[in-house]
């Protein structure tokens, strides 16, 4: 089994920054992919950013030049650093990973149970 942790979250004023963090556990080979999606109050979750083979990036147009996603496999974390929060970024942010358990297996996909970001104007 696999655990996804993700840690970071809080309230911050417009304009500051954070690091969210997402540690997988468990039976865990390697990493595939990432992404960061979130969920503000009474919206659907969304996509935010994504990290993939090569280190190849993806972002949604409304955290572009804002956000950073970035990862560490050799330690099983993903990290997603905001800068120039603004209040329309207060959600919670959930962690997804594709994770191999051994060199044999295909990818299974996990989620996190998500840390709040709230940015206060």
């Known amino acids: 089994q696999v655990h996804l942790v993700e840690s970071g979250g809080a309230l911050v004023q417009a304009g500051g920054s954070l690091r969210l963090s997402c540690a997988a556990s468990?039976?865990?080979?390697?990493?595939?992919?990432a992404a960061w999606h979130r969920q503000a109050p009474g919206k659907q979750r969304e996509f935010v950013a994504h990290?993939?083979?090569?280190?190849?990036?993806d972002y949604a147009d409304s955290v572009k030049g804002r956000f950073t996603i970035s990862w560490d496999n050799a330690r099983n974390m993903v990290y997603l650093q905001m800068n120039n929060l603004k209040p329309e970024d207060t959600a919670v942010y959930y962690c997804?990973?594709?994770?191999?358990?051994?060199?044999?297996?295909?990818?299974?996909?996990?989620w996190g149970q998500g840390t709040r970001v709230t940015v206060s104007s």
């Open positions: 990290i993939g083979n090569s280190d190849i990036t």
């Open positions: 997804n990973a594709g994770v191999q358990t051994t060199r044999w297996s295909g990818v299974n996909s996990y």
């Open positions: 468990g039976s865990v080979f390697s990493i595939n992919v």
